[in-house]
């Protein structure tokens, strides 16, 4: 069982999209793009990615930015330059387009960059895993050219500059694929920095717990019961899955089952009654008690507010 693909595909809430943005010396955009992890890839001349908080940085050929929470940012020839806002998501990607290509700026030295967006909910509770990834992740052309990575920037950039038949969907399946990509790689590059939900996955002991609980989120576990599963006893697995998940064994089961709530009250109109028992909740009385506590609204204002 992929636990990070179940993750991933549980706090999506739109299809992915990708873009061709090319820059004419002087140019800046300004990117604001709540509720959605983007990534680019300078693929032609070189460009200064600035994020809302952190220094520039810049973006050489093959050089790859991944920014897993929507911070705001500018994209330009050079820190200095004026930015145009390019605004939402929405404004760049109208509903049902999942390619877009543009050009801005002067007519100096020219940049193309790839760029994507994989649309994530931003309603709490946020799985531990994507909460502690960095505002930026930079993988170096130097450091980031795993041969599969730079397959997949080489297919959907083909299929951005020259779209076909069903690129629409093609391109949605190569932007999810490359998120799982760049986490990954980013993580092979940096194990200081990897977050620890993503290291406890690598562990032959914690694994097991968390594939159990990903497995069957409605069992009625006990610190006990996973501990049973983990092989450990019960005082020594808390401890264990506490200092390297970051959260108590029962407060992740709880994280985890109000986001799969969360992705079946966005996928159907399936009763309340219905959800609660999907997730471990005996009533609808209970799981919306405990769905509004972690999320802060109701699960039918959740529900109406993702339609």
Known sequence: MDALSEVLAAGQVGRPVSARTVGRTPWALRMIFPGAAVFHV???????????????????????????????HTLGDDPATPPVE???????????????????????????LLCGAYLLTQAAPQHPMLGSLPAVMHLPASRGADPQLRA??????????????????????????MFAYLLRTWCATNPGACPQWLAALADP????????VHADPAAPWTVGQLASVAG???AAFARRFAEQVGLPPLTYL???RMVRAQQVL??????????????????????????????????????????
Do not use: C
């Open 232 to 234: 450990l006893s019960r």
């Open 266 to 307: 966005r996928a159907n109109s399936a009763p309340l009654d219905t959800v609660a028992r999907e997730v471990g909740y005996d009533s609808a009385f209970a799981f919306s008690k405990a769905f509004k506590r972690h999320t802060g609204v109701s699960p039918a204002r959740y529900r109406e507010s993702v339609r």
């Open 86 to 112: 390019l605004g939402s998501l929405a404004d760049a990607h109208p509903p049902g387009q999942a390619i877009a290509s543009a050009e801005f700026g002067g007519d100096g030295a020219r940049s193309t």
């Open 205 to 212: 002991v914690l694994g097991r717990a968390l594939v159990a």
């Open 42 to 72: 300078a693929m032609q001349g070189s460009a200064w990615l600035t994020v809302d908080g952190h220094a520039p940085l810049r973006l050489d050929p093959g050089d790859v930015a991944l920014l897993p929470h929507g911070s705001t």
């Open 152 to 177: 997949l920037v080489d297919l959907l950039a083909s299929e951005v500059e020259r779209p076909g038949p069903g690129s629409t969907t093609i391109v949605s399946s190569l932007v999810d694929a």
């Open 254 to 256: 709880t994280r985890w």
